[in-house]
């Protein structure tokens, strides 16, 4: 069973960038698809993006699209996510999840994940 830790959050000015990583312990990445979720301030947690670790595919919410790069390091097994452009609206604790990827068919449905690291907090101030 893979546990991931989240980390890289912190407080940035509108414009700034910052970069999550999510690192697997107790199981390689291997044929696992990673996402990426938030939750702001009273609204419900929503996708950001995704990435099959074995091929690489990428998927991203249209929110994040070209401000935002999911990549993967696979000798540190640690997926990245960089976040460019930022502004206030992408205040939000930040999650990584975890599915074996023949089980996933949806990258954006949260619940199909089956493993969840604890939250890193992103505060963007405008």
């Known amino acids: 069973e893979v546990q991931l830790q989240a980390s890289g959050g912190g407080l940035v000015q509108a414009g700034g960038s910052l970069r999550l990583s999510c690192t697997a312990s107790?199981?390689?990445?291997?044929?696992?698809?990673i996402g990426w979720f938030r939750r702001a301030p009273g609204k419900e947690r929503e996708a950001v993006s995704s990435?099959?670790?074995?091929?690489?595919?990428?998927f991203y919410a249209d929110s994040v699209k070209g401000r935002f790069t999911i990549s993967r390091d696979k000798f540190k097994n640690t997926v990245y996510l960089q976040m460019d452009s930022l502004k206030p609206e992408d205040t939000a604790v930040y999650y990584c999840?975890?599915?074996?990827?023949?089980?996933?068919?949806?990258?954006?449905?949260?619940?199909?994940?089956?493993?969840w690291g604890k939250g890193t907090l992103v505060t963007v101030s405008s």
């Open positions: 999840a975890a599915v074996l990827d023949e089980e996933l068919n949806t990258w954006s449905h949260q619940s199909e994940y089956d493993y």
């Open positions: 990435v099959a670790w074995n091929d690489g595919s990428t």
């Open positions: 107790g199981d390689t990445f291997d044929d696992y698809a």
